[in-house]
């Protein structure tokens, strides 16, 4: 229901809130030679294009990465964000959330729905497995594999941004959706 999702969003941000914190890391160019890279205490948070990526960890191990990977010759932005999302930095928060979905009556969508820990479709089983959003919080965000998803099977498609900003349109014309196949929901902020 709408009550236990926002439920579990304020949960899950009372519980990451709680965490010391952490830093992200946007970063363009050939990332494919980044993804099979050794960076202590720094990991994939998000594969949104092909040539985009994002690195969740500590701050200075974050901080160190910006500096070689920059030295490479990659773009690279620091994100604003207090914590290291979808990073082993949530480790300590995972049961305590698991243990918050698990109290929620979890059933399988109305609408079909893209998971962004698969890049395909979520099925019955995984909407009302505590252990999938879990996952969910944890596990690297796949938006490139869900827009080739979409592609593949809806092409065509028309894409919608909701609220007030523009990261959904950016990331979708960085993986090649033509401008006028997104449609704002709103003006910007």
């Known amino acids: ?3 236990d999702a926002i439920a579990a ?3 899950r941000g009372r519980l990451i809130a709680s965490l010391p914190p952490g830093a992200m890391l946007s970063v363009g160019g050939a990332v ?3 993804e099979d890279r050794d960076f202590p205490g720094v990991e994939i948070a998000c594969t949104n294009a092909p040539d985009h990526l994002v690195l969740s960890g500590e701050l200075t191990p974050i901080s160190e990465v910006a500096d070689v990977l920059q030295s490479e ?3 690279v932005r620091r994100l604003a964000t207090s914590h290291a999302f979808h990073s082993r930095s949530l480790e ?3 049961e305590p959330f698991a243990d918050a979905i698990a109290s929620r009556a979890l059933g399988r969508p109305e609408i079909p729905i893209i998971s962004n820990v698969f890049g395909a479709p979520l099925s019955d089983h995984d909407a009302a497995d505590p252990a999938y959003w879990v996952r969910h919080m944890r596990d690297p ?3 490139s594999y869900c827009v080739a998803y979409v592609e593949e099977q809806y092409p065509g498609a028309t894409y919608l941004e909701v609220g007030p900003g523009q990261t959904t349109r950016s990331l979708l014309l960085k993986n090649g ?3 006028d ?9």
């Open 141 to 143: 965000v796949r938006f």
């Open 32 to 34: 494919e030679h980044i």
């Open 181 to 189: 196949r997104i449609v704002a929901s709103m003006r910007r902020a």
């Open 1 to 3: 229901t709408l009550e």
């Open 92 to 94: 300590a928060v995972l």
């Open 73 to 75: 010759g990659y773009a």
């Open 177 to 179: 959706i033509a401008r």
């Open 9 to 11: 969003v304020i949960t």
